[in-house]
């Protein structure tokens, strides 16, 4: 046993561990389920045993996994503090922020952070970068951005996560014959339109009916922007699920999505790397923006 462990298996299996699922852990690392699964097949090779059983009911911690998961769990630990302390080493003071935002981010939200970074103790500018949720994960993981704010579809493993914002997501279709609220249960013929699997709205709308247990029909083709997704609902192509923020116009042909009479809403959070030498600014600038 010469070969070296690969420091992406350990983080791998960490996240598996953490998730319980090998493509929500790929989702949350940016890359493809295959690759994630290979990586942890060769760190199980390497150390001679199977750290996790998958069967059609989920994954499972062997017994050998879960002796070993600690370890690499203070491993990891202590390999992302020699960077953290190197950061802090080397990083001026007073430098910016690198934030990530999804194109789902309502600009007011954005607003309110500019404000809360220039609030904070030491007050810091913003370096914002819109990207999709693959791209600010990454960039997240790979030190090039400090703090991301993105919709809570996936988990992030090891990551700090601080809910900032929700908002009531709407139902688009073609004229609606009352403006009035309607039930997810009553939308559940479809189809729905959707867009690129990149900003997390069809992922939050994929959730949503399956955790509500209700079929999801989709049209066969896709939006590639939210107003294209509005005037294809308006056409009759098919619905589409919203946030109300990404709404054309507040007056928009739109009904409020309701759950047992409730509206149905999508939330926002801030990430980052607790280890960050910033870390204790992001948390405050994360508190400041969740309270306008």
């Not at 199980?44 to 998958?54: A, H, I, V």
């Not at 042909?253 to 309701?258: D, E, M, N, V």
């Amino acid at each position: 046993m010469t070969e070296r462990l690969s420091i992406e298996g350990l983080r791998y299996a960490q996240a598996v561990a953490e998730t319980k699922s090998f493509s929500a852990a790929a989702r949350a690392y940016g890359v493809t389920q295959p690759a994630l699964s290979n990586g942890i097949a060769k760190l199980e090779e390497r150390l001679g045993e199977r750290m996790f059983d998958r069967s059609p009911r989920g994954v499972t911690v062997t017994a050998f996994g879960a002796r070993l998961l600690p370890v690499i769990t203070r491993a990891l630990t202590e390999l992302d503090a020699v960077t953290a302390e190197a950061r802090r080493l080397t990083e001026p003071a007073g430098t910016g922020i690198r934030m990530g935002v999804s194109p789902l981010i309502d600009p007011q939200l954005v607003a309110r952070a500019f404000t809360a970074a220039c609030e904070l103790s030491t007050p810091r500018d913003l370096v914002l970068r819109e990207a999709d949720m693959t791209s600010l994960r990454e960039g997240l993981i790979n030190g090039e951005l400090d703090m991301i704010l993105i919709p809570s579809v996936e988990p992030l493993p090891r990551f700090q996560h601080r809910i900032i914002d929700s908002e009531p997501v709407v139902v688009v279709e073609s004229s609606p014959a009352t403006p009035d609220p309607v039930e997810l249960g009553e939308t559940a013929g479809g189809p729905f339109i959707m867009v690129p699997d990149s900003c997390g709205l069809t992922t939050f709308t994929t959730q949503l009916f399956t955790t509500h247990d209700l079929p999801l029909h989709t049209y066969p083709g896709e939006a590639a922007s939210y107003r294209v997704l509005e005037q294809w609902a308006n056409l009759g192509l098919g619905s589409a699920i919203l946030p109300r923020s990404k709404l054309t116009s507040p007056d928009a042909h739109h009904r409020p999505l309701l759950e047992d009479g409730n509206e149905v809403e999508i939330f926002y959070e801030a990430v980052w790397h607790p280890g960050s030498a910033l870390a204790a600014d992001l948390a405050a600038l994360a508190d400041r923006i969740a309270t306008p």
